[in-house]
Structures are given as structure tokens and as C-alpha cells.
């Protein structure tokens, strides 16, 4: 800037003392601009200085102006409190103002994308077609089990998502199954400038019940969810709905989040009017104890209305039935995560352990066997699940990771039905371990192994080698 001013006045006193000079050199030289034009081209030149210097003094009080507040905000930042531990949400996006001129400004609104591509290979024991869950009646349409064997594509997962102006964001989610076609997992707008430490959604979304519960699969630790979470939830719990979530302003993070939704996904279904089907509420807290360990815990309910949902079972004979179930199903979770890495640096070796407990009552009626006998009568589970699994980065790029989890089917009452069902002890159980090796934070490749004992009397021992890529832009993941 002093450089471009010094040469401006160069110029300028260089101009002047040509402009002195001229007329000695000659002085029967007409002094109108018509009969000299280097007068003229002086005139315009002086013009044109004066233009860069006002330009310049402006551009320099912005600075100055700019300047000011950044020193303001970073003394504000240095007496505030302490940020929020780890566990919290990561904050919105700021929003992407477009300028006028520029190359980059007409791209200012292009949403972010990001593009998951996976695959695997499975070697089964037993055949997929023929998994079910022992004790357990499921949605027919459910996504569960190990998927096919041999050599297949996984799920595409394709992103996009960008601030929409001030107050709002936008995100969506596409599925892209190999031969299911494309499938919106999430489509949603949220706030950004709520104020207060609320936050709001509203579209389609995974429920922030639990803690597997709102990621998506390339996030998981392990190929597949746990049994608990296919058993009662159909594998993971989405709807159509409104969210509110409220960040409450304290060292130790505390966050509490409602839903309302229209009840869709399992273990809601079937709604045809105009209320609602499902609603839940969440609260989680979690914080830190030292530089090497941080911790995450929360308690969360599902409730959900079901009519005439359709559900697979096994009758006494053995035999493969379809039922329909109308009533209320509550699920309630409890979650806990707990991290360890040396002085808080991750990159090299760290250690997460995390389960989960999951409780499911359902009470209403069931139809028996459709298309068949049709016999109505009462029906009462109370069921449940948890699984407990650790995963230790040993060195950097590789992990290896142990679950173990188990189902109870308690004793369902089945009321004027109970003579077509068999009553069973029978807790369906898995054991995985897995080990994984990421070059990059955008790629990653993962051995499997399981022994999968979901179906009385029967052991399915599962390797699986799967391949994760990440394309584009992608946020990071929470806690």
C-alpha cells in the first residue's frame, strides 16, 4: 500500500515538474487544452491518482475498522469459559455470502458434495435368504443379516449440502442400493441462528435416539449394527418430522433434543391420516476428565403407533407366516461412550469403548397369518438387547475391534394366538471381530469375522472384507 502511494506522488512530482518545465521549452506553446494536448493527459493522469489514493485511504480504514473487532472478539474468546467437551455437536457451518465481481463469487452457493462408495465381499455358512431373528416378529421389508454372499457393490452413499442464507442450512442423503435404486435417507433444512443454544430440523432424518442411532453406516465401527438395534429398531430408526434440540450454555455438555414425526419406519408403520405416529425425547451429557479422557452418556425414549403393519414370524409348525400388528410400541435407550487417547492426540494410538442397552414393549393386537387363517387376538412383548464393543488403534492407520451382544425375547402373550406360537428361552447371541486398516482419512479397507447365532440351533460363521472410499467434501463425524 505505502509502496503504490510513494509512486503515486513519484508520478505526480514528476508530472509537476514536466508541467513547470514546459512552457520554458516553449513558451509560444498555446496553454489550451485543444492547442496542448499533453495538458490534457496530465489533467487525466492527476485524475487518476487521486482516485487510487481515495481508494486506497478507504481500503485501508476497513482494515483498520477490521482489525479492531478481530482484537475485540479474541479478547471476548479469551475471557469466556471454556468450550464445550468434545461430546457437543460440531457448530453449523458459517454462511457463504456471495460477492459481486470476482471468480469466486458466483460459486459461493454450490453445495457441498461428498460421494461414500463401498464394497465387500461375504463367505456365509449358512444362506442369507434363510436369517432370521428367534423370537423376534419383523418388519417384512426389514434390511437385516449379513447381506448377500460373494463378491458385491455396497451402498452408494451420495451427499450434498450448503447454507441456504443466514438462518438456515440444508442437507440430503442419497442411497444409491445396487439393485434398490435410490433412497432419500435424509433430507432436511436446520437453523442456524436460532439463538438461545436451540436448534431446529425439519424433513427427513435419523432420530437422535441413542448413539448408533444418527450415524451413517460408513461411520460405523463395524460392517453391520447390532442385533439390538435390527431386532428393535429395523436396523435404524428414521421418519419424516420436526426436531428441536437445546444446547444448554454450561462447562459440562448437556443437550436435550424432542422429536415429532409421522410414523413410517419401524416400529411405527402404516399411517394413512393426518396425526402423528411417532415422537421422542433424548437427553445426553458427557465432558472431560484430564488430557486423556472424555466421556459421553444418555438416556432416550421412542414411541411410536403402528396399523396393520406387517411383520414375518414362525409359527408353531415351524412354518413361515405373516402377521399384522395395530398398538403402541416404547423403546427406551441407554447409551454410554467413553474415550481414551494420550494427551487428547488421537492420531497415533487412541481406545473407544461404547454400548448400549435397548428396551422394547409392544401392546395392541395381531392378526394371524394373512391371506390365511386371519385370527385376531391380544398382543404383549417386552424384549430387549444390548451389545458392548471396544476398538483400539494400536498404531497409526490400524485398528482392531471386539463386540459381543445378545437379544431377549422375553415370553410374548399372543392372547387368543397363543396356541399358533411355540414359547422359547432362546437368546440370540453374535460375537465380531474385526480389523481395519485406513490409509488416509478418506479410505479405508476392513476385515471382518462373526459368529452369528440369531437363529435357535443354528451358527452362521461370517468373513467379510470390506472397502470404504470418501470422495469430495465431508464433514467430520460427532463424538
Not at 471454556?82 to 457451518?93: E, G, N, T
Amino acid at each position: 500500500m505505502a509502496a503504490a502511494l510513494a509512486l503515486g506522488l513519484t508520478i505526480e512530482l514528476t508530472i509537476g515538474t514536466a508541467s513547470h518545465a514546459a512552457p520554458a521549452a516553449a513558451p509560444a506553446a498555446p496553454s489550451t487544452p485543444e492547442a496542448n494536448p499533453a495538458a490534457g493527459d496530465i489533467r487525466a493522469i492527476r485524475q487518476e491518482i487521486e482516485a487510487m489514493r481515495a481508494a486506497y485511504e478507504a481500503r485501508l480504514q476497513a482494515l483498520e475498522t477490521r482489525l479492531k473487532a478481530a482484537e475485540a472478539a479474541a479478547a471476548v474468546a479469551a475471557s469466556a469459559p471454556s468450550p464445550a467437551p468434545p461430546a457437543s455437536p460440531a457448530p453449523a457451518p458459517e454462511p457463504v455470502v456471495a460477492t459481486r465481481g470476482g471468480g469466486g463469487g458466483a460459486n459461493a452457493f454450490n453445495p457441498a458434495i461428498s460421494l461414500i462408495l463401498s464394497g465387500q465381499y461375504a463367505r456365509l455358512s449358512q444362506d442369507p435368504a434363510d436369517y432370521g431373528i428367534t423370537g423376534f416378529q419383523l418388519p417384512t421389508d426389514a434390511e437385516l443379516g449379513p447381506g448377500e454372499r460373494g463378491l458385491g457393490l455396497g451402498e452408494t452413499e451420495l451427499g450434498l449440502s450448503a447454507s441456504i442464507d443466514p438462518w438456515l442450512r440444508g442437507a440430503v442423503t442419497l442411497a444409491l442400493a445396487p439393485e434398490e435404486g435410490v433412497e432419500v435417507e435424509e433430507a432436511y433444512i436446520e437453523t442456524t441462528a436460532l439463538g438461545g443454544g436451540f436448534t431446529a430440523r425439519a424433513g427427513r432424518f435419523f432420530s437422535a435416539i441413542g448413539y448408533l442411532n444418527p450415524q451413517h453406516a460408513h461411520s460405523w465401527d463395524f460392517i453391520d449394527n447390532p442385533l439390538a438395534y435390527q431386532a428393535l429398531l429395523g436396523n435404524q430408526h428414521g421418519n419424516d418430522g420436526l426436531r428441536l434440540s437445546w444446547l444448554a450454555p454450561t462447562d459440562q455438555y448437556l443437550e436435550f433434543t424432542g422429536e415429532i414425526g409421522r410414523g413410517s419406519a419401524f416400529p411405527a408403520g402404516g399411517n394413512e391420516g393426518n396425526g402423528l405416529g411417532m415422537w421422542s425425547l433424548s437427553a445426553h451429557t458427557g465432558g472431560d476428565v484430564g488430557e486423556s479422557h472424555s466421556w459421553r452418556a444418555g438416556l432416550s425414549v421412542l414411541k411410536t403407533k403402528a396399523w396393520d403393519q406387517e411383520l414375518s414370524a414362525t409359527d408353531i409348525q415351524s412354518q413361515a407366516v405373516t402377521n399384522a400388528f395395530t398398538g403402541n410400541t416404547r423403546v427406551w435407550i441407554a447409551d454410554a461412550v467413553w474415550k481414551w487417547a494420550p494427551n487428547g492426540n488421537a492420531t497415533r494410538t487412541n481406545f473407544k469403548l461404547q454400548g448400549e442397552y435397548l428396551s422394547s414393549q409392544r401392546r395392541g393386537d395381531l392378526v394371524y397369518d394373512l391371506g390365511g387363517a386371519e385370527t385376531t387376538g391380544a398382543y404383549r412383548a417386552t424384549q430387549s438387547g444390548w451389545y458392548l464393543q471396544g476398538v483400539y488403534q494400536f498404531m497409526p492407520s490400524w485398528r482392531v475391534g471386539l463386540r459381543t451382544e445378545q437379544l431377549d425375547a422375553g415370553t410374548p402373550d399372543y392372547g387368543a394366538n397363543a396356541a399358533a406360537f411355540a414359547a422359547s428361552d432362546y437368546r440370540p447371541r453374535k460375537n465380531t471381530l474385526m480389523l481395519d486398516f485406513s490409509p488416509s482419512e478418506f479410505s479405508r479397507f476392513r476385515l471382518q469375522w462373526g459368529e452369528d447365532k440369531s437363529r435357535a440351533g443354528v451358527t452362521d460363521r461370517q468373513i467379510s472384507l470390506q472397502y470404504q472410499m470418501s470422495l469430495g467434501a465431508h464433514g467430520a463425524h460427532g463424538f
